[in-house]
């Protein structure tokens, strides 16, 4: 595998050139994947990683197949893969692109964007997440125990979609929102995502669903993550929204882990540890 660029600029080729001329493996778990070019995951690495996906999830995956290429790119309505890295055009690439074919799709993962084994994994089970959930919907059991977090004051969520969704499901009264624009900046923060149920008046029930499917896909594709690879939860942290609370993720987890057993081979546990 090669990792330095070189000095010449890097062609492009179509995503359909790139769908004919590429072998396309089939995992254990029934899941179809390729890899293109001069990727930041050798053959190995990017074996064990597909077929952690367990295979009550996997068989939602039928009439796909997962490309992970150095660079795709978006061009309209066309999509341009690179085979291997470049300055110019990573600034065009993009973490995905889908390419429709009749009936089948083809996903374009662009390692070198990531360059590395942890974020590849991450956007590759981001996007198993989403497409298992569309497809197979969410788990009452799973929903159950999220809202009963949120009626708890559970803190923080697991994506900025969950986060967002939540806070547009939780609906005020207009006496409480006025209250907390007058409470101080730092009131205003200490109190997001903490406030139990009694703090609203009602709930939107369009997004609560929304933050219900955002959830459970966050969890699963956490929890694919951690089977292939250990996670450092506070990895996952980004700016735009808090965390969700350790003990609360861990619940979740544990969930998805009893709806969704590991393959053989894998294991899924939840460690604690004081951070120093």
């Known amino acids: 595998m090669s990792t330095s660029p070189s000095n010449a600029p890097a062609g492009t080729r179509s995503a359909e050139d790139i769908v004919r001329q590429t072998q396309v493996a ?13 990727n930041a995951i050798d053959a190995s690495d990017l074996e064990r990683l597909i077929a952690a996906v367990p295979h009550n ?14 660079l795709a790119i978006g061009e309209g309505e066309s999509t341009l893969i690179s085979e291997r890295y470049d300055v110019a055009l990573s600034d065009r690439a993009v973490c995905h692109r889908n390419l429709n074919l009749g009936d089948s799709q083809c996903v374009f993962i662009s390692t070198r964007l990531m360059d590395d084994k942890f974020s590849v994994a991450f956007e590759f089970y981001i996007n198993v997440g989403h497409a298992f959930v569309e497809r197979a ?7 159950d125990l999220v809202w009963k977090q949120v009626e708890a004051g559970a803190r923080g969520e697991t994506s900025l979609d969950a986060y967002d969704f939540r806070r547009q499901a939780l609906v005020r009264s ?38 219900l499917t955002a959830a459970f896909s966050d969890a699963v594709a956490i929890y694919l993550l951690s089977l292939y690879i250990d996670v450092d939860y506070y990895d996952l942290r980004e700016r735009e929204y808090p965390l969700l609370a350790p003990q609360a993720l861990a619940e979740r987890l544990r969930k998805i882990a009893d709806l969704f057993p590991a393959n053989p081979g894998y294991e899924f546990a939840v460690y604690y540890r004081r951070r120093t």
Not at 27 to 38: D, Q, R
Not at 137 to 143: I, L, Y
């Open 26 to 38: 089939q995992s254990p778990n029934g899941i179809c994947y390729a890899a293109s070019g001069e």
């Open 57 to 70: 999830i996997a068989g939602s995956l039928e009439r796909k197949a997962y490309y992970f290429v150095p």
């Open 137 to 143: 919907g969410v788990s009452q059991d799973f929903a």
């Open 174 to 211: 207009e006496s409480d929102t006025d209250s907390t624009a007058r409470n101080s900046p730092s009131q205003r923060s200490n109190n997001k995502g903490n406030a139990k149920m009694g703090a609203f008046t009602s709930i939107d029930e369009k997004a609560k669903t929304n933050y």
